[in-house]
């Protein structure tokens, strides 16, 4: 018998209770016994959900990030969180969203630091190491949950981060080496193992995803190392990697003393039969071949073609899961009544993964014949998508295949073309300017919420989005800022936006996926060729110009942006899909320019969030990538000015391909850093123009002139000062007008004084 199980489920909940417990919890609204009753509901509604797997995860469930759980079970909270009074649950709280200080100025405590968790958009709070850390167990949260779960006749299978993640997830203040700490923790990873096991656990499963990333032989031996000190039979130990190839960690991996290893057979499907010949026969092999990342239905009788062989091969020993977490989809398809039924068709969320998951099993178990009906219904499915004209489209398709590379570059170099941008600009050295959003108030919000409703008409609904901005417009004008934008009133989302006018993408109600903490996000799903049938952005930013005789910049977000949050399509490279928007961006840029839009400014805020995990499939990603840019951006006159914009500070390693876009000016994050950013474009002799963030948009404090012009004169020691352009580190829309004016004004004060 073929063996399903799960990695982990989502926890937000279908109606995001999760979210909304937390929010009041924070709030004071709600009793932590409120809280935790709301957690306990929601795992035994995602146990009940889980039904039909023979082994489900516990401890999968988190208040607000599975890292923090095991730094908690480990002991391992930050000095500065851990030695404060109250509760363990405010201590959780404290490490994972800081706290402020109180009326006296006291106690005021830093959030630990948030990342991406591998190349997913789930962020994860790092593990604090230094030379002096201790661990202590404290496993009474898996206990909890693993008593629950069993009370519930749940076949209950632990799951925790492995010793090797663990420190490879984290960071040391004193830069001391973590590895160090390797001999020190495996004791507390001992005694957990024996307490899950006296618990009643027979299985527990240890997530080593730090596997399929590029290891030095100190994390290598690290992993030897760690795993035959855990030996035990007692419980048994799945170790699961996922998001990725193991490569030449491929034998490492297999050698472990483990009892089974769980494989993502989405991201390295060609790995399988290697795996299985060389996995000893006395270990268990878990396949995940239900794309636990993406929305789109499994192919199920292909996969069982594939699958039978091994099945034939490995017996007993072959199990199978989702390729990761569930965490990374949506809960729950059949409460989405008002998407296309067509399309709907299409997709399954997690409940409908572990679904296609059983079928799967039957089917091996107990031949097709089990499972006729439910395999002809997938195979219709997987017909339809493939062969809808609304998922190809052949004009599409002959623009992508017709590209020529020479599209992506701009008709002069830069130094031509700024100097025609400098004459008909005219603008000041060190030019002002914001980064696209302003203020998103209350009224905005709940007018378009009005407008989709149907409860404000399309005439009120255009008359509002105006008045804000010519809001915008008055008050940038008032402030003495030398570009405008028009502040983007109408965009709820960056991304959102934008897929809502093209052709190709669906939108859910309710595909909430969690980001960090009680944040979720609602990704498009990008389904088919992408067309723009109408000009997107032209009309708002024709009004906003009507307004005012400075320059106001277009405002777009970019095609690797627009693929980067969206679930993307898997019948075709995401290199295809990126190359259809950059040409759909590139005929918007067109239409602004032509509109008279001499400025245009296209967003690239997650371009690096791309990146591949392995180091080598970098340049690979980069080329399509930049080349999409550059088609999108490229197609305009020489006095045209092209502005980017990316939110992050890492710029080293890829700055020779941010160099390739060849935008004339790129608006980036660097207040934070005092400027030590920009060493990065000055070793590199970056040429065109930069605008270093001069303060963080984060946080509400208003920053003070002689704080810009201090930044500034740091930023002008790296960049010569006529290419350098003063501007926020980010968009405004999370700010209040309370705050962005006076910073403003300091701003542009600044400006003003570095002139003179
Ligand atoms: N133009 C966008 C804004 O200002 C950019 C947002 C971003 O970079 N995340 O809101
Ligand atoms: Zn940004």
């Known amino acids: 018998m073929v063996t399903t199980h799960n990695l982990g489920f989502p926890r937000i909940g279908a109606k995001r209770e999760l979210k909304f417990a937390l929010e009041d919890y924070w709030a004071g609204r709600q009793t932590g016994q409120e809280l935790t009753a709301t957690a306990e509901d929601l795992r035994r509604q995602n146990w009940h959900q889980q039904t039909g797997i023979d082994l489900s995860p516990v401890g999968d469930f988190s208040l607000y990030d599975q890292v923090l759980d095991m730094s908690?079970?480990?002991?391992?909270?930050?000095?500065?969180?851990?030695?404060?009074?109250?509760?363990?649950?405010?201590?959780?709280?404290?490490?994972a969203r800081g706290r402020g200080a109180d009326d006296n100025a006291c106690c005021a405590t830093a959030a630990g630091e948030m990342t991406k968790w591998f190349d997913t958009n789930y962020h994860y709070i790092v593990p604090e190491f230094s030379a002096d850390t201790e661990f202590e167990l404290n496993p009474e949260r898996l206990l909890t949950q693993l008593a629950e779960a069993r009370a519930q006749g749940v076949n209950a299978k632990p799951v925790i981060i492995g010793p090797v993640t663990y420190l490879w997830l984290g960071k040391t203040s004193d830069n001391s080496n973590r590895l160090d700490l390797l001999e020190r923790l495996l004791p507390a990873y001992a005694r957990l193992l024996e307490t899950l096991a006296d618990a009643g656990a027979e299985w527990v499963q240890i997530d080593e995803p730090a596997l399929v990333t590029d290891l030095d032989a100190n994390w290598r031996y690290a992993f030897n190392l760690a795993y035959h000190q855990l030996?035990?039979?007692?419980?048994?130990?799945?170790?699961?990697?996922?998001?990725?190839?193991?490569?030449?960690?491929?034998?490492?991996?297999?050698?472990?003393?483990?009892?089974?290893?769980?494989?993502d057979a989405v991201s390295a499907p060609q790995e399988v039969s290697r795996v299985a010949d060389w996995l000893p026969t006395?270990?268990?092999?878990?396949?995940?071949?239900?794309?636990?990342?993406?929305?789109?239905?499994?192919?199920?009788?292909?996969?069982?073609?594939?699958?039978?062989?091994?099945?034939?091969?490995?017996?007993?020993?072959?199990?199978?899961?989702?390729?990761?977490?569930?965490?990374?989809?949506?809960?729950?398809?059949?409460?989405?009544?008002?998407?296309?039924?067509?399309?709907?068709?299409?997709?399954?969320?997690?409940?409908?993964?572990?679904?296609?998951?059983?079928?799967?099993?039957?089917?091996?178990?107990?031949?097709?014949n089990s499972v006729t009906q439910a395999l002809a219904d997938n195979q219709q499915a997987i017909d339809s998508r493939r062969t809808s004209y609304r998922v190809i489209n052949p004009q599409v398709r002959a623009a992508v295949a017709?590209?020529?590379?020479?599209?992506?570059?701009?008709?002069?170099?830069?130094?031509?073309?700024?100097?025609?941008?400098?004459?008909?600009?005219?603008?000041?050295?060190?030019?002002?300017?914001?980064?696209?959003?302003?203020?998103?108030t209350r009224e905005i919000r709940q007018a378009r919420l009005q407008f989709r409703k149907g409860e404000l008409t399309d005439q009120a609904y255009q008359e509002q989005m105006q008045s804000e901005i010519a809001r915008c417009i008055r008050v940038q004008e008032d402030l003495g800022l030398d570009v405008l934008v028009h502040g983007e009133p109408e965009r709820n989302d960056m991304v959102e936006y934008f897929g809502e006018q093209l052709d190709g993408f669906a939108f859910t109600r309710f595909g909430w996926v969690q980001s960090y903490g009680s944040r979720c996000v609602k990704p498009p799903i990008l389904f088919g060729d992408i067309q723009r049938p109408d000009a997107m952005t032209v009309d708002w930013i024709r009004y906003a110009q009507s307004l005012t005789d400075k320059p106001v910049k277009g405002m777009l977000t970019g095609p690797v942006t627009i693929l980067n949050?969206?679930?993307?399509?898997?019948?075709?490279?995401?290199?295809?899909?990126?190359?259809?928007?950059?040409?759909?961006?590139r005929e918007e840029v067109q239409d602004l320019e032509?509109?008279?839009?001499?400025?245009?400014?296209?967003?690239?805020?997650?371009?690096?969030?791309?990146?591949?995990?392995r180091r080598a499939d970098w340049e690979q990603y980069l080329e399509w990538a930049i080349n999409s840019f550059r088609i999108a951006a490229n197609g305009v006159?020489?006095?045209?000015?092209?502005?980017?914009?990316?939110?992050?500070?890492?710029?080293?390693?890829?700055?020779?391909?941010?160099?390739?876009?060849?935008?004339?000016?790129?608006?980036?994050e660097t207040?934070?850093?005092?400027?030590?950013?920009?060493?990065?474009?000055?070793d590199f002799e970056y040429p065109n123009d930069i605008g270093p963030g001069v303060y963080d948009i984060h946080s509400p404090n208003v920053p003070a002139q002689k704080q810009i012009t201090t930044l500034m004169k740091l930023a002008a020691e790296r960049i010569p000062a006529e290419r350098l352009w003063v501007n926020p580190d980010c968009g405004l829309k999370t700010r209040n007008w309370e705050e962005v004016t006076p910073a403003l004004e300091a701003m542009v004060a600044a400006a003003r004084e570095l002139r003179a």
């Open 402 to 440: 017709g590209l020529q590379a020479s599209l992506g570059n701009r008709q002069s170099p830069y130094p031509h073309r700024i100097a025609l941008q400098q004459q008909a600009l005219k603008l000041p050295t060190f030019p002002t300017t914001t980064i696209g959003s302003f203020p998103q």
């Open 231 to 263: 030996k035990s039979n007692r419980p048994k130990l799945l170790l699961a990697t996922y998001f990725g190839e193991l490569r030449s960690n491929l034998q490492l991996a297999c050698e472990l003393p483990v009892a089974g290893i769980h494989l």
């Open 565 to 585: 949050w969206s679930f993307v399509r898997d019948d075709q490279p995401r290199k295809d899909s990126c190359l259809q928007l950059a040409l759909a961006i």
């Open 637 to 668: 006159q020489d006095a045209t000015q092209i502005h980017t914009h990316m939110c992050y500070s890492e710029f080293n390693d890829i700055i020779e391909a941010i160099a390739r876009m060849d935008a004339d000016v790129i608006t980036i």
């Open 594 to 613: 032509k509109a008279g839009v001499n400025i245009i400014q296209i967003d690239e805020a997650a371009l690096r969030e791309g990146l591949p995990l």
């Open 72 to 95: 908690v079970t480990l002991g391992n909270l930050p000095e500065r969180v851990a030695s404060q009074a109250g509760s363990q649950t405010d201590a959780y709280f404290r490490a």
């Open 282 to 368: 006395h270990k268990v092999l878990s396949l995940g071949v239900i794309n636990g990342r993406n929305v789109w239905k499994a192919d199920l009788n292909t996969l069982l073609d594939w699958l039978e062989p091994l099945h034939a091969k490995l017996g007993e020993r072959l199990w199978l899961a989702p390729s990761c977490s569930l965490l990374h989809v949506p809960v729950d398809l059949t409460r989405e009544d008002e998407l296309d039924e067509e399309i709907h068709a299409w997709l399954a969320f997690a409940v409908q993964k572990l679904d296609e998951l059983q079928v799967l099993a039957r089917a091996l178990n107990e031949g097709c």
């Open 671 to 682: 207040s934070r850093s005092d400027m030590e950013l920009l060493d990065a474009f000055k």
